[in-house]
T-cell receptor
Framework: NAGVTQTPKFQVLKTGQSMTLQCAQDMNHNSMYWYRQDPGMGLRLIYYSASEGTTDKGEVPNGYNVSRLNKREFSLRLESAAPSQTSVYFC????????????FGPGTRLTVL | AQTVTQSQPEMSVQEAETVTLSCTYDTSENNYYLFWYKQPPSRQMILVIRQEAYKQQNATENRFSVNFQKAAKSFSLKISDSQLGDTAMYFCAFMKLGNTPLVFGKGTRLSVIA
């Protein structure tokens, strides 16, 4: 039982390049989330998926797209990376009502030059 | 919209002493959850403790306990017998019921000094 896994752990991009951050969970959770963490800002929600087949914008969605590929996987895509997207990205998942606790992946440190 | 405020950007405590981290929040909800997460230098987000708003009893987990004051919208974390491994960023977080995202405070950096 690996919990929540994220790939890659580190990535350096040039401005304008694209990439996809992968997230998978093996806990049969319904909800999945993408957050970004910037110094002095805490974690802020980018997008989330309350259940398979649905996605919703969070606080800072601009410049990102997401895909809930199936119940296990939730990917985050940067179509044209910008230096302002330099951050640490966390994926999280949660079961649902009655077990409302989010579990986090190890994070991806992304640098955009 | 909900907001979470952690007014102490940094704190330090001597090993074996007790320290309290403050958190206040703003919401119009009556039922919700509150959490403290720990983020050590490894960057992993680790759940420390969770409180359901409908429970009057304060949550405890070994050396960690909370003081939940619903009317004052206050949710402080007390760490007893502090250990060097407690050195980390601590985030307070709020969540409404259901499949909803967490709202985080900006964090408190705690240093435990030998």
């Amino acid at each position: 039982n690996a919990g929540v896994t994220q790939t890659p752990k580190f990535q350096v991009l040039k401005t304008g390049q694209s990439m996809t951050l992968q997230c998978a969970q093996d806990m049969n959770h319904n909800s999945m989330y993408w957050y970004r963490q910037d110094p002095g800002m805490g974690l802020r929600l980018i997008y989330y998926s309350a259940s398979e087949g649905t996605t919703d914008k969070g606080e800072v969605p601009n410049g990102y797209n997401v895909s809930r590929l199936n119940k296990r996987e939730f990917s985050l895509r940067l179509e044209s990376a910008a230096p302002s997207q330099t951050s640490v990205y966390f994926c999280a998942s949660m079961w649902s009502i009655g077990k409302d606790t989010q579990y986090f992946g190890p994070g991806t440190r992304l640098t955009v030059l | 919209a909900q907001t979470v405020t952690q007014s102490q950007p940094e704190m330090s405590v001597q090993e074996a002493e007790t320290v309290t981290l403050s958190c206040t929040y703003d919401t119009s909800e009556n039922n919700y959850y509150l959490f403290w997460y720990k983020q050590p230098p490894s960057r992993q987000m680790i759940l420390v403790i969770r409180q359901e708003a409908y429970k009057q009893q304060n949550a405890t987990e070994n050396r960690f306990s909370v003081n939940f004051q619903k009317a004052a919208k206050s949710f402080s974390l007390k760490i007893s017998d502090s250990q060097l491994g407690d050195t980390a960023m601590y985030f307070c977080a709020f969540m409404k019921l259901g499949n909803t995202p967490l709202v985080f405070g900006k964090g408190t950096r705690l240093s435990v000094i030998a």
